[in-house]
DNA sequence: TTGTATGCGTTATCAG
DNA sequence: CTGATAACGCATACAA
């Protein structure tokens, strides 16, 4: 199973078993058969820890999402992701490990958990923070670990990658307006940098457009779940709300079901628009209008900027990838 | 950042500091202290390469599932999976390797894509096998890298973690029958296991029903997608079919596009069942009944199997996980 | 309670 | 073109 087992059925050296299998130096072409035959017989695969052990270099990375264990659907987006990342890891002959920790777990929970990075092992890692996390990224940045922040900014240092999340919900609220939307209700998150930015962009459209922003036409949550998007949705129809932006996936979901519940004519009544793009979206009636994010992209591009810090490049990036409005039907005419 | 740097700052002996790191034997406690202090000062982390190469563990595993790059939306049931497995594998204490390749990559390569198959390093692996992997099953097989199938069953000598396809089908077509649905449409995949077995489910409860299995009725695809699914949906319909099983995730929704694209009333001109579970089917019009697989829970429980050979333990466990059939609307009265 | 010393499987240096 | 050997950082058997 070892070099050294090859080396003695060969009867070569060590070293000339390794090099003959790795193609690192000039090697006869009789050795290079008699080890090559040899190790197919054996089934010699290479042991990464020794390898990695003598390199310093793992060929691995570590990707660290939350999990909220309540609300699965948020993964999905992640999902996207991963995808994307794996992309660029097949592409870099790099592996991926997935680790995830819990948003809720408090502020000495939030990150840690992730043992991978208590350990001397990743060549860097992604990482989406929480709003808790910052004392995490300090001690990564410290320890000298490379890494990428994504979806999310959490401070000025960090290279990161992230959607544009203002400007999408600034669209979707200049849309509202332009339907003749008057009564424009926010449901949104204000646990993490993200939901932050989205209820920021949905203040920044409304000053743009000279509506005054009516706080009881919106409604933040601490975190996104089906069944508080129904609760929002139903506080803004007794509020007479004319639309609805609900900035999560999730969200939109409960606040759809509340409205049909309700019997409300959308987009007459009520228009709404959702955030992020699944084939079901155009499924639903009436098909729903979204502010789509580029996930997979994201992904594929954090990982491409990880593996350029992987290089040696000391460079700080930060890159905001563009939203589209996806316009289906919900949103008004 | 080593044992030895530690060593030296505490005055003591690698195997103490060792020691009292690990706690693995006894120390006084002025040199745990000293220790632990020490270590804190410099940032200690160990060196996973180091001790896996001395202990022979990596105390990670991988999963292996098929990426169906022009297909993205298959994988959000493999999300819900990975969370599963991420569950027990924070219990455990273990990293997971997310590792993916191309189901219409060809018999050659299938899985070996796999590099950290071919690599001495993860302590087991878990692999959602495709139609033409059985081969490499056995070379894992053959290498003694504990492993579990998943989602598919491959052949009889692995232990296996799946749905019951065949009844949830069979639960259906019943359902449909039940509601007075005579000619029942089939919309499965042939390229995977699992769509063998839902095929045989339909089949077998048709035999069981007396109803006579119309090959037109039967569309069987190598892949799924949507657009295959609106094109089989539109079939269909015109042999008239009065119901729509759609063995998947993707393909329903293709089903139901094509369905309202055509203005069928659903469930009376025509009834449709989908597979999978997901918010946004309660979500459509009307709601979508469908087979539901716990896809969390096989993701826990195939983590669990794979713990327990780990473990050494050396039994064949063949699991079979119970679907059920979440009835809302679209199948019939 | 502590220390010494070995070896895990590689890569790479240095010497032939 | 080839070989001997050091070192990577750790766990642990053995010795004290």
Known sequence: MSLKKIAEMTGLSIATVSHALNGTRAVSEDSREKVLSAAKVVGYRPNMAARMLRTQKSNTIAIIIPSDTNNMNANYFYMDVIMGVRKKMFETQYELIVSTYDPHGGVQQSLPSAQVLRQHWVDGVIVVPSSHSQRQIRSIREMGLPYVLMDRRSDDESSCVTSNNKKGVADAVRLFAACGKRRIGFIGGIGSATG??????????????????????????????????????????????????????????????????????????????????????????????????????????????????????????????????????????
């Open 196 to 333: 932050q930015q989205r209820y920021a962009g949905y203040l920044e459209a409304l000053a743009e457009l000279n509506m005054p922003a009516d706080e009881a036409l919106i409604l933040l949550s601490p975190s996104y779940s089906l069944a508080r998007g129904e609760e929002c949705a139903v506080r803004l129809m007794e509020t007479g709300a004319d639309a609805i932006l609900a900035a999560d996936n999730v969200m939109v979901m409960g606040a759809l079901r509340a409205l049909k519940a309700a019997g409300a004519r959308i987009p007459e009544d009520i228009g709404i628009i959702g955030f992020d793009d699944y084939d079901w979206m155009g499924m639903v009636s009436p098909p729903l209008t979204t502010v789509r994010q580029q996930a997979f992209q994201m992904g594929y591009i954090v990982a491409e900027v990880l593996m350029r810090k992987l290089g040696g490049i000391k460079t700080n990036e930060v890159i905001v990838l563009d939203t589209s409005l996806v316009v289906r039907q919900s949103h008004g005419w």
